[in-house]
């Protein structure tokens, strides 16, 4: 079945804030490469804790990037959001007064929000009490403001915004927004992607789950011993096919379809079943077949539980024959809510770049593991179709499907 | 890639618990009264600077669940576990159902309680790392809408949407899309806002002391295709959204109610039940004009004021206006008259939501006789 043109949705603006890279160029360079985001958490003193690695990133400048709202009044994760929309209104070529013109849709995904400063409002109240919290960090401490801050910095009345708050699938769950906004006809141009800061409260949460690794993240790897815990920031650029053309935008990728579904198993335990059911819903959707996938960019937090539960899922949908299988997270830690959008502009710009980005950390692949998770080494590939997954607390899986874009439609 | 379909969705169903009481009925008969719910805060339970909230009186997680499942579960996610409980009913669904089923919450922030209580522990215990790790779940904003998948059974798209005060329309809006992509069969959507010391605190210093008064609540519609076998109770005929960049509501408001008659091709003048969401300063005052200018004051007045009878509560507001304006029809002969919701976020978001009143004759979930 041939989608009409009418219905295509393609990628043509990237914005990346990573702890491998901030833009393209870099972030290209890094995953070719093989860069690690590891080094010692530095933004909570991590006294007491035997480990304390991290994927934070130490070089991010918020006033490169926000020009109109103050910074002041935006939190870490929103400051990230705005820079990462910044950077890619201008990959996608549009004008502020284009987008302004536009009904522009914009969904953040996000695990934490504003926790960075929820943390530091409790460190007051414990030390000072309720009375001696910060009024301009309490006001800012909110979820909903990360798209609404893209929305003020460029002035966008037309705007729908939306946080989407599913932890650690959101960035898929915000493409498959944008998407779908687009399809309906609510919107003209999607602002997605997903955005957190690395806090102690999420630290501490996996480190008492006994999943934070000790040095580096290995996925797939027998001897992992679970995530480190990352930040930044992934936004993408969606339109239609029809729209892109006629603006001459470079076109990185198109987004075939999506799937989502829901455990209703475990708060924190993932179940193979409904991921398997999810990757296939997300298939179906986009009318492709298990055998036309050429890579998989997995959820691969490198957790012992979430690696095995994740290539059992993988086995059941595509058999014996499991397209390469990468993580990501072995370069950029667990960015949390921005993982699975930082994961599709990662995809979007392997089918741009000819190339396959490597799951690094890597000594011996894991038995239960049984797949080439392109160990250490990125290698060329002249890739079609993309598979990104997307999974997290509570069964709220993602699965988002990505191809190159072919001017005929598939 | 799925069927889409362009048919408007309708509401077949819903529950509320809120200040007024346990469930559905109690909503609807505080709101054709027009109750109050503005009570003193017992300062024992809840040491906030607040004097006065709008609560659900008497609600208590493990009383209203059960000791199973509950130990730590917050506010929030009790209160919705119960509502999402009285709109299903004893229904257990089949497989099928189950993964066909969506899910589609609004709130806020999630709970700040829970995200402050556990790195409070961090802070506070012997070790970093000693916290209690059932609380881990609790501090992440999807494990409301997360955990009545776990009770329920609802296998189908689960999604946690945090847009502050409009969230029960966006909550709207999400489902309508997952219906008409064929996402799903049917969609759960509403909104929840919990009261808690946390909130509390945050809101006195976020407002400098200028908030007003907290509430709480949540409420939960069924929303269907069109071709459901269920009684409709409204057609949601459009949902818009703006974002007020400038600090002028009322022309943003104009533009959004303006931009959802005109999907549906009604005049405003037509309009026979219209709900402010009732935000506190400016931005609620110049909402309110902007409805009453594009609708009328006798629309207005029509639909007693929630924010005036249950305080300001939060991402909940602009779902309980949905369920006040379903509770008002449901007492009049409204079939095939209109209904405007707006809901403005002093943060920015603008939302509008246009309901046609269909029948009246089920009444909410949780009701003993209706």
Same mark, same amino acid.
Not at chain 1, 63 to 90: C, D
Not at chain 1, 118 to 123: G, P, V
Not at chain 2, 1 to 30: H, L, N
């Given at each position: 079945?041939?989608?009409?043109?009418? =219905?295509? #949705?393609?990628?043509?603006?990237?914005?990346?804030?990573?702890?491998?890279?901030? *833009?393209?160029?870099?972030?290209?360079? &890094?995953?070719?490469?093989? %860069?690690?985001?590891?080094?010692?958490?530095?933004?909570?003193?991590?006294?007491?804790?035997?480990? +304390?690695?991290?994927?934070?990133?130490?070089?991010?400048?918020?006033? /490169?990037?926000?020009?109109?709202?103050?910074?002041?009044?935006? *939190?870490?994760?929103?400051?990230?959001?705005?820079?990462?929309?910044?950077?890619?209104?201008?990959?996608?070529?549009? &004008? #502020?007064?284009?987008?302004? +013109?536009?009904?522009?849709?914009?969904?953040?995904?996000?695990?934490?929000?504003?926790?960075?400063?929820?943390?530091?409002?409790?460190?007051?109240?414990?030390?000072?009490?309720?009375?001696?919290?910060?009024?301009?960090?309490?006001?800012?401490?909110?979820?909903?403001?990360?798209?609404?801050?893209?929305?003020?910095?460029?002035?966008?009345?037309?705007?729908?915004?939306?946080?989407?708050?599913?932890?650690? &699938?959101?960035?898929?769950?915000?493409? *498959?927004?944008?998407?779908?906004?687009?399809? #309906? *006809?609510?919107?003209?141009?999607?602002?997605?992607?997903?955005?957190?800061?690395?806090?102690?409260?999420?630290?501490?949460?996996?480190?008492?789950?006994?999943?934070?690794?000790?040095?580096?993240?290995?996925?797939?790897?027998?001897?992992? %011993?679970?995530?480190?815990?990352?930040?930044?920031?992934?936004?993408?650029?969606?339109?239609?096919?029809?729209?892109?053309?006629?603006?001459?935008?470079?076109?990185?990728?198109?987004?075939?379809?999506?799937?989502?579904?829901?455990?209703?198993?475990?708060?924190?335990?993932?179940?193979?079943?409904? #991921?398997? %059911?999810?990757?296939?819903?997300?298939?179906?959707?986009?009318?492709?077949?298990?055998?036309?996938?050429?890579?998989?960019?997995?959820?691969?937090?490198?957790?012992?539980?979430?690696?095995?539960?994740?290539?059992?899922?993988?086995?059941?949908?595509?058999?014996?024959?499991?397209?390469?299988?990468?993580?990501?997270?072995?370069?950029?830690?667990?960015?949390?809510?921005?993982?699975?959008?930082?994961?599709?502009?990662?995809?979007?710009?392997?089918?741009?770049?000819?190339?396959?980005?490597?799951?690094?950390?890597?000594?011996?692949?894991?038995?239960?593991?049984?797949?080439?998770?392109?160990?250490?080494?990125?290698?060329?590939?002249?890739? /079609?179709?993309?598979?990104?997954?997307?999974?997290?607390?509570?069964?709220?899986?993602?699965?988002?499907?990505? =191809?190159?874009?072919?001017?005929?439609? /598939? | 890639?799925?069927?889409?379909?362009?048919?408007?969705?309708?509401?077949?169903?819903?529950? !509320?618990?809120?200040? @007024?009481?346990?469930?559905?009925?109690?909503?609807?008969?505080?709101?054709?009264?027009?109750?109050?719910?503005?009570?003193?805060?017992?300062?024992?339970?809840?040491?906030?600077?607040?004097?006065? !909230?709008?609560?659900?009186?008497?609600?208590?997680?493990?009383?209203?669940?059960?000791?199973?499942?509950?130990?730590?579960?917050?506010?929030?996610?009790?209160?919705?576990?119960?509502?999402?409980?009285?709109?299903?009913?004893?229904?257990?669904?089949?497989?099928?159902?189950? $993964?066909?089923?969506?899910?589609?919450?609004?709130?806020?922030?999630?709970?700040?309680?829970?995200?402050?209580?556990?790195?409070?522990?961090? @802070?506070?215990?012997?070790?970093?790392?000693?916290?209690?790790?059932?609380?881990?779940?609790?501090?992440?904003?999807?494990?409301?809408?997360?955990?009545?998948?776990?009770?329920?059974?609802?296998?189908?798209?689960?999604?946690?949407?945090?847009?502050?005060?409009?969230?029960?329309?966006?909550?709207?809006?999400?489902?309508?899309?997952?219906?008409?992509?064929?996402?799903?069969?049917?969609?759960?959507?509403?909104?929840? $806002?919990?009261?808690?010391?946390?909130?509390?605190?945050?809101?006195?210093?976020?407002?400098?002391?200028?908030?007003?008064?907290?509430?709480?609540?949540?409420?939960? @519609?069924?929303?269907?295709?069109?071709?459901?076998?269920?009684?409709?109770?409204?057609?949601?005929?459009?949902?818009?959204?703006?974002?007020?960049?400038?600090?002028?509501?009322?022309?943003?408001?104009?533009?959004?109610?303006?931009?959802?008659? !005109?999907?549906?091709?009604?005049?405003?003048?037509?309009?026979?039940?219209?709900?402010?969401?009732?935000?506190?300063?400016?931005?609620?005052?110049?909402?309110?004009?902007?409805?009453?200018?594009?609708?009328?004051?006798?629309?207005?007045?029509?639909?007693?004021?929630?924010?005036?009878?249950?305080?300001?509560?939060?991402?909940?507001?602009?779902?309980?206006?949905?369920?006040?304006?379903?509770?008002?029809?449901?007492?009049?002969?409204?079939?095939?008259?209109?209904?405007?919701?707006?809901?403005?976020?002093?943060?920015?978001?603008?939302?509008?939501?246009?309901?046609?009143?269909?029948?009246?004759?089920?009444?909410?979930?949780?009701?003993?006789?209706?």
């Amino acid at each position: 079945m041939n989608r009409s043109d009418a =219905s295509r #949705v393609v990628i043509t603006g990237l914005g990346i804030i990573s702890s491998i890279g901030i *833009g393209i160029p870099e972030f290209v360079e &890094s995953l070719r490469s093989g %860069r690690s985001g590891a080094k010692p958490i530095t933004s909570f003193d991590t006294t007491g804790y035997d480990y +304390s690695n991290g994927c934070e990133i130490v070089d991010f400048d918020p006033a /490169r990037w926000i020009k109109e709202v103050p910074i002041a009044e935006l *939190g870490r994760t929103s400051q990230f959001s705005v820079a990462a929309a910044r950077m890619a209104v201008e990959d996608a070529g549009l &004008s #502020v007064d284009q987008l302004r +013109s536009a009904r522009c849709h914009i969904s953040i995904g996000t695990t934490d929000g504003e926790s960075r400063d929820l943390d530091h409002l409790t460190e007051t109240q414990v030390r000072s009490g309720w009375e001696a919290l910060d009024p301009v960090v309490s006001r800012r401490a909110t979820a909903n403001l990360l798209p609404v801050a893209i929305a003020r910095e460029f002035g966008l009345t037309q705007a729908e915004t939306t946080t989407i708050a599913t932890a650690c &699938s959101a960035g898929n769950y915000s493409i *498959g927004n944008g998407f779908d906004a687009i399809r #309906v *006809g609510d919107a003209d141009i999607a602002l997605c992607g997903g955005a957190d800061a690395v806090c102690r409260k999420t630290f501490t949460a996996f480190y008492r789950l006994g999943t934070i690794a000790p040095d580096c993240c290995r996925p797939f790897d027998r001897d992992r %011993r679970g995530i480190l815990t990352g930040e930044g920031a992934g936004v993408l650029i969606l339109e239609r096919l029809e729209s892109a053309i006629a603006r001459g935008a470079t076109i990185y990728a198109e987004v075939l379809g999506y799937g989502l579904t829901c455990d209703a198993y475990h708060p924190v335990a993932p179940e193979p079943a409904s #991921v398997a %059911r999810c990757m296939a819903l997300a298939l179906r959707d986009a009318d492709v077949k298990p055998d036309e996938v050429d890579l998989i960019s997995a959820h691969g937090t490198g957790t012992k539980a979430n690696d095995v539960t994740e290539v059992r899922a993988i086995r059941e949908v595509f058999g014996d024959s499991v397209p390469r299988t990468i993580s990501l997270k072995s370069m950029l830690g667990h960015t949390m809510g921005a993982a699975s959008a930082l994961a599709a502009i990662a995809c979007s710009l392997a089918i741009t770049h000819r190339f396959i980005p490597p799951t690094i950390n890597h000594r011996v692949t894991d038995p239960e593991c049984p797949i080439d998770c392109v160990p250490n080494a990125s290698v060329a590939a002249d890739l /079609r179709i993309v598979q990104n997954n997307g999974l997290a607390f509570g069964g709220n899986n993602a699965v988002v499907v990505l =191809s190159r874009y072919d001017e005929e439609a /598939r | 890639m799925t069927a889409m379909t362009t048919t408007a969705p309708v509401i077949t169903g819903w529950s !509320a618990i809120s200040p @007024f009481g346990p469930d559905g009925r109690a909503f609807a008969g505080g709101i054709r009264e027009g109750r109050r719910t503005r009570a003193r805060v017992d300062p024992a339970d809840w040491p906030v600077p607040d004097e006065h !909230a709008c609560l659900v009186p008497g609600f208590d997680v493990t009383e209203a669940l059960g000791a199973k499942g509950t130990r730590t579960m917050n506010r929030a996610t009790g209160l919705t576990v119960a509502a999402v409980g009285q709109l299903l009913g004893h229904e257990k669904p089949t497989a099928r159902v189950s $993964e066909g089923t969506a899910f589609a919450l609004g709130t806020t922030t999630g709970s700040a309680q829970s995200m402050m209580d556990f790195t409070r522990q961090s @802070f506070v215990n012997e070790r970093p790392y000693l916290v209690e790790p059932a609380l881990v779940p609790y501090g992440v904003m999807n494990v409301t809408a997360a955990r009545c998948a776990i009770w329920h059974g609802l296998k189908g798209p689960n999604t946690t949407i945090a847009t502050g005060r409009p969230a029960g329309i966006s909550a709207l809006r999400y489902a309508g899309r997952l219906l008409a992509t064929g996402r799903a069969e049917r969609a759960l959507a509403g909104a929840v $806002e919990e009261y808690s010391v946390s909130r509390s605190w945050l809101h006195h210093h976020g407002k400098e002391g200028n908030g007003g008064t907290l509430g709480e609540g949540v409420a939960i @519609f069924m929303v269907e295709p069109a071709t459901s076998a269920a009684r409709p109770l409204a057609t949601l005929l459009a949902t818009e959204f703006r974002t007020c960049v400038d600090g002028d509501f009322g022309t943003v408001v104009r533009m959004a109610i303006r931009a959802a008659l !005109a999907r549906a091709g009604l005049p405003g003048a037509d309009v026979y039940l219209a709900s402010p969401s009732g935000a506190s300063g400016a931005a609620g005052q110049a909402e309110r004009a902007a409805l009453a200018e594009v609708t009328s004051e006798a629309a207005i007045s029509r639909v007693p004021e929630l924010a005036e009878l249950i305080a300001d509560a939060g991402a909940a507001s602009s779902a309980l206006q949905v369920a006040a304006v379903l509770s008002v029809a449901e007492a009049t002969p409204a079939a095939g008259k209109t209904a405007v919701i707006t809901s403005v976020d002093p943060d920015g978001a603008v939302a509008c939501a246009l309901l046609r009143l269909e029948d009246s004759d089920p009444g909410p979930a949780g009701s003993l006789d209706g």
